[in-house]
């Protein structure tokens, strides 16, 4: 109310001027926000598809300078195939790879090493001039170089390298390793300031025999040319780097190696001495960690030396080992001067529209105000409790008719404020009524509360005395039993029970649907038939299934409940177990620790879902050694889940279970129970959790 107070006391004049004011502010910010933001798109899409086209065109023109080289070496690997040209006599090979590269411009060098050490090639030199190289018997095994002239005829050598052996080269010994065409790594040019890429395939016969490596290369220098004729944006640049950030080619002129100490080496983009292409790179190499993990186009706006740039990055790749990033950038100034002048025009209307809102504004809350303020007077005076004053009643606008208005509603007001009076008196009477009520139904929802907890405490007290107790479990010698039961609520759902008799040990586990006091009460109903069938001499576990289920099947249905439950039953007698009766797999543990999982669905049904089970039942034998021993347990402790989400798993328990065999049942158990409170953790456990652990003691052990 305070905060209000000050608000509500602002002149009228200022209440009608202001919300005409801000609303034409608004409504100015909001056009020129638009329109700002719309150019920002327009010129986002635009920088996107000036992009996009740059993009296309570098890869169209990269795929057919690198095509060339794939053109040419499979012609040649044809014609070796079809005997046009002879690997163990490469005299005939000269003129044929000069009319070739005579063919292919844009390829600078072919060349074929045979497996005798022998070299022949053409390569085309920076002045345009061919030269033919050769290395084999008829030059000393010397990597000799004979300019061609016009007609393809060699003239004088003009340089020699001794002792060259074509198959010790990194060329020639990568194809053969790959087995099939791959790129070479780029590498600089001995004699130029250019970076070269070949494309080295190896030759074979029809026996898959190696006949020597076909090579052909590029001078990298003219994709960079190519690189330099596009026009992207007013100061756009376009660079190609390998994954690792070195430079292959640039539009910016810069070449992409350096010369130290008399050798050329390749220069890193990050090192370059344009800044756009080094802050790039530079922003990719720390943008993404590491540029392998640029495997798709990428379209980004970083801001790098305080200039927003658009930027597309793609990858070139092709089968062969080829591995490239494309890099197109342009400034974002470069479209941004159109967007400038039309936010200064706004600027503008903006201030002149404010300004003749504010002039209006004035003259028409004059008009308005005036007269109000005199019916405010006379509203106060009625404010004040003086009913009969007088308001000016007489005028005839809008403001009488406010006036006339106002009297009626003083007159109704006053009356409204008896009739109110008389009805709170009435329902302050009823209220304390009500509140008598409330108390009373609370009392006895208190003492309901209690009866039904002190039911469901002799009900689970119940459940746990009917539970086998360990001094039962010990008078059992050939075995080490250890049983444990935890429900989810008050009253749980889970059944488990060990009985002995003439040297028979009978086990069950169950899981009743659902869990609480119904649940409980059906689980007492089956140890109660169990336990009264298998002392009335039952010679099998698959009859007092099928005794029992027809007995709770009746009653289920008497008492209109819906509950039934998985139960396993096992029979244990001079080392074999038969095992009958639908419920979680039987782990079946070996003396080492091995874990046999056992599916029960085949071995029987729901008990209590159908009146005759029978056709259903089946049984499986196991044979038990020393040390051996079977798991027995219901879903809630393979299902519990942690705050991920994540279920224990039968994989975790029987990775916990082989792990601890050794150990004895009780032991075991506490293992295993640890380990799933270690999962859930603070997770609230939503179904009854039961363990039975069995292990067959060693002789020794029942012996003592």
């Given at each position: 109310?305070?905060?209000?107070?000050?608000?509500?006391?602002?002149?009228l004049?200022?209440?009608?001027?202001?919300?005409?004011?801000?609303?034409?502010?608004?409504?100015?910010?909001?056009?020129?926000?638009?329109?700002?933001?719309h150019?920002q798109?327009?010129?986002?899409?635009?920088?996107?598809?000036?992009?996009n086209?740059?993009n296309?065109?570098?890869?169209?023109?990269?795929?057919r300078?690198?095509?060339?080289?794939?053109?040419?070496n499979?012609t040649?690997?044809?014609?070796?195939?079809?005997g046009?040209?002879?690997?163990?006599?490469?005299?005939?090979?000269?003129?044929?790879?000069?009319?070739?590269?005579?063919?292919?411009?844009?390829?600078?060098?072919?060349?074929?090493?045979?497996t005798?050490r022998e070299f022949?090639?053409?390569e085309?030199?920076d002045?345009?001039?061919?030269?033919?190289?050769?290395?084999?018997?008829?030059?000393?095994?010397?990597?000799?170089?004979y300019?061609?002239?016009?007609?393809?005829?060699?003239?004088?050598?003009?340089?020699s390298m001794?002792?060259?052996?074509?198959s010790?080269?990194p060329w020639?010994?990568s194809?053969?390793?790959?087995?099939?065409?791959?790129?070479?790594?780029?590498f600089?040019h001995?004699?130029?300031?250019?970076?070269?890429?070949?494309?080295?395939?190896?030759?074979?016969?029809?026996?898959?025999?190696?006949?020597?490596?076909i090579?052909?290369?590029?001078?990298?220098?003219q994709i960079?040319?190519?690189?330099?004729?596009?026009q992207?944006?007013?100061?756009?640049q376009?660079?190609?780097i390998?994954?690792?950030?070195?430079?292959?080619?640039?539009?910016?002129?810069?070449?992409?190696?350096r010369?130290?100490?008399?050798?050329?080496?390749?220069?890193?983009?990050?090192?370059?001495?344009n800044?756009?292409?080094?802050?790039?790179?530079?922003?990719?190499q720390?943008?993404?960690?590491?540029?392998?993990?640029?495997?798709?186009?990428?379209?980004?706006?970083?801001?790098?030396?305080?200039?927003?740039?658009f930027?597309?990055?793609?990858?070139?790749?092709?089968?062969?080992g080829?591995?490239?990033?494309?890099?197109?950038?342009?400034?974002a100034?470069?479209?941004?001067?159109?967007?400038?002048?039309?936010?200064?025009?706004i600027m503008?209307?903006?201030?002149g529209?404010?300004?003749?809102?504010?002039?209006i504004g004035?003259?028409?809350?004059?008009?308005v105000?005036?007269?109000?303020?005199?019916?405010?007077?006379?509203?106060?005076?009625?404010a004040?409790?003086?009913?009969?004053h007088?308001?000016?009643?007489q005028?005839q606008?809008?403001?009488?008719?406010?006036a006339?208005?106002?009297?009626f509603?003083?007159?109704?007001?006053?009356?409204?404020?008896?009739?109110?009076?008389a009805?709170?008196?009435?329902?302050?009477?009823?209220?304390a009524?009500?509140?008598?009520e409330?108390?009373?139904?609370?009392?006895?929802?208190?003492?309901?509360?209690?009866?039904?907890g002190?039911?469901l405490?002799?009900?689970r007290?119940?459940?746990?005395?009917?539970?086998?107790k360990?001094?039962?479990?010990?008078?059992?010698k050939?075995l080490?039993?250890?049983?444990?039961?935890?429900?989810?609520?008050?009253v749980?759902?889970?059944y488990?029970?060990v009985?002995q008799?003439?040297?028979?040990?009978?086990?069950?586990i169950?899981?009743?649907?659902?869990?609480?006091?119904?649940?409980?009460v059906?689980?007492?109903?089956?140890?109660?038939?169990?336990?009264?069938?298998?002392?009335?001499?039952?010679?099998?576990v698959?009859?007092?299934?099928?005794?029992?289920?027809?007995?709770?099947?009746?009653?289920?249905?008497?008492?209109?409940?819906?509950?039934?439950?998985?139960?396993?039953?096992?029979?244990?007698?001079h080392?074999?177990l038969?095992?009958?009766?639908q419920?979680?797999?039987?782990?079946?543990v070996?003396?080492?620790?091995?874990?046999?999982?056992i599916?029960?669905i085949?071995?029987?049904?729901?008990?209590?879902?159908?009146s005759?089970?029978?056709?259903?039942?089946?049984?499986?034998?196991?044979?038990?050694?020393?040390?051996?021993?079977?798991?027995?347990?219901?879903?809630?402790?393979?299902?519990?889940?942690?705050a991920?989400?994540?279920?224990?798993?039968?994989?975790?328990?029987?990775?916990?279970?082989g792990?601890?065999?050794?150990?004895s049942?009780?032991?075991?158990?506490?293992?295993?129970?640890?380990?799933?409170?270690?999962?859930?953790g603070?997770?609230?456990?939503?179904?009854?959790?039961?363990?039975?652990?069995?292990?067959?003691?060693?002789?020794?052990?029942i012996?003592?």
């Open positions: 109310m305070h905060i209000l107070t000050p608000i509500q006391r602002l002149p004049r200022f209440v009608l001027v202001t919300p005409f004011i801000i609303l034409l502010i608004v409504t100015v910010t909001i056009t020129g926000y638009l329109s700002f933001h150019g798109l327009a010129i986002q899409d635009l920088a996107t598809q000036l992009l086209e740059v296309v065109r570098v890869h169209e023109n990269l795929r300078y690198l095509d060339e080289l794939l053109e040419v499979f040649n690997q044809n014609s070796i195939e079809l046009l040209l002879k690997t163990d006599n490469l005299m005939t090979w000269e003129t044929y790879l000069w009319r070739q590269i005579m063919v292919h411009p844009t390829v600078n060098h072919i060349s074929f090493g045979n005798e022949t090639g053409v085309r030199l002045n345009n001039q061919l030269v033919a190289r050769e290395s084999g018997k008829s030059t000393g095994y010397n990597y000799t170089t300019p061609l002239n016009e007609q393809g005829q060699r003239q004088v050598a003009t340089a001794p002792n060259y052996d074509p010790l080269r020639y010994q194809a053969v390793s790959a087995g099939k065409p791959v790129w070479s790594e780029i600089p001995f004699g130029a300031p250019t970076l070269m890429i070949s494309l080295n395939q190896p030759a074979y016969d029809k026996e898959r025999k190696l006949l020597g490596v090579n052909s290369a590029l001078r990298l220098s960079g040319d190519f690189l330099q004729q596009l992207v944006g007013k100061t756009g376009v660079f190609i390998e994954r690792s950030a070195m430079l292959v080619a640039t539009s910016s002129g810069e070449l992409p190696l010369k130290i100490a008399d050798k050329q080496q390749r220069l890193s983009a990050i090192d370059s001495n800044g756009m292409t080094a802050s790039v790179a530079s922003y990719l720390k943008n993404f960690d590491d540029l392998h993990q640029i495997n798709a186009s990428q379209f980004l706006t970083p801001t790098l030396v305080g200039e927003k740039l930027m597309k990055v793609s990858p070139y790749q092709d089968n062969k080829l591995d490239w990033l494309v890099v197109i950038v342009v400034p100034s470069d479209f941004m001067s159109a967007i400038d002048k039309n936010a200064y025009t503008l209307l903006c201030a529209a404010l300004l003749i809102a504010i002039i004035i003259w028409s809350a004059n008009r105000t005036r007269p109000i303020a005199e019916l405010m007077t006379a509203s106060w005076q009625i004040k409790g003086e009913w009969n007088q308001l000016p009643l005028r606008d809008e403001i009488g008719e406010l006339r208005s106002f009297h509603m003083a007159t109704q007001l006053q009356d409204s404020f008896l009739l109110l009076e009805k709170v008196e009435e329902r302050t009477v009823q209220l009524q009500a509140n008598s409330i108390t009373c139904l609370n009392a006895q929802l208190q003492s309901e509360n209690l009866r039904m002190a039911e405490d002799i009900t007290h119940l459940q746990q005395m009917v539970l086998p360990a001094k039962e479990l010990l008078q059992i050939e080490d039993i250890a049983g444990y039961m935890e429900p989810a609520t008050e749980g759902g889970d488990y029970d009985l008799k003439d040297g028979r040990v009978i086990c069950g169950g899981d009743v649907t659902g869990h609480g006091l119904e649940s409980g059906l689980m007492l109903m089956v140890q109660m038939a169990v336990r009264t069938l298998l002392n009335s001499n039952i010679p099998d698959e009859t007092c299934l099928k005794v029992l289920n027809h007995t709770l099947y009746d009653n289920v249905k008497r008492m209109n409940s819906d509950k039934n439950l998985t139960l396993s039953l096992l029979d244990y007698e080392g074999v038969r095992l009958s009766g419920h979680e797999e039987v782990l079946v070996r003396r080492n620790g091995t874990v046999e999982r599916d029960t085949d071995l029987g049904f729901m008990v209590g879902l159908e005759d089970i029978e056709t259903f039942l089946g049984h499986k034998e196991i044979n038990l050694a020393e040390g051996d021993g079977v798991v027995l347990y219901t879903d809630g402790l393979t299902e519990a889940r942690n991920q989400g994540r279920v224990y798993s039968v994989e975790r328990l029987c990775r916990i279970v792990e601890h065999w050794h150990l049942a009780l032991e075991i158990q506490i293992e295993v129970i640890a380990d799933v409170r270690q999962h859930v603070k997770q609230k456990v939503c179904d009854d959790i039961t363990l039975l652990i069995l292990k067959k003691n060693l002789m020794a052990e012996e003592a």
